[in-house]
Nanobody, 115 residues
């Protein structure tokens, strides 16, 4: 059974930092491209950052220079370090695993940034 479990969300003031984690089980983690998405109320789910099997990364323009995605293949975990947070970063953050075949999503973790 595949599970992606996000953690690390919470309430933080504008300018603060959070680190999200997504622990994967039931998949060959090293074979998967991993990504973080976010969805604010009433809006679509958007890509925040992704990291490929080989370590290459990609970021949404809105988070470049502030967020860093990384992975630890020994721990089957992907991280999202979020610095200089802004109120517009408030959303539910989801982890996704994708390879050839089905993709898998976590349940999400809430991030709220107060002004």
């Amino acid at each position: 059974q595949v599970q992606l479990v996000e953690s690390g969300g919470g309430l933080v003031q504008s300018g603060g930092s959070l680190r999200l984690s997504c622990a994967a089980s039931g998949i060959s983690f090293i074979s998967y491209n991993m990504a973080w998405y976010r969805q604010a109320p009433g809006k679509q789910r958007d890509l925040v950052a992704d990291i490929r099997r080989g370590g290459g990364t990609n970021y949404a323009d809105s988070v470049k220079g502030r967020f860093t995605i990384s992975r630890d293949n020994a721990k089957n975990t992907v991280y999202l370090q979020m610095n200089s947070l802004k109120p517009e970063d408030t959303a539910v953050y989801y982890c996704k695993a994708r390879a050839v075949g089905p993709e898998y999503w976590g349940q999400g973790t809430q991030v709220t940034v107060s002004s």
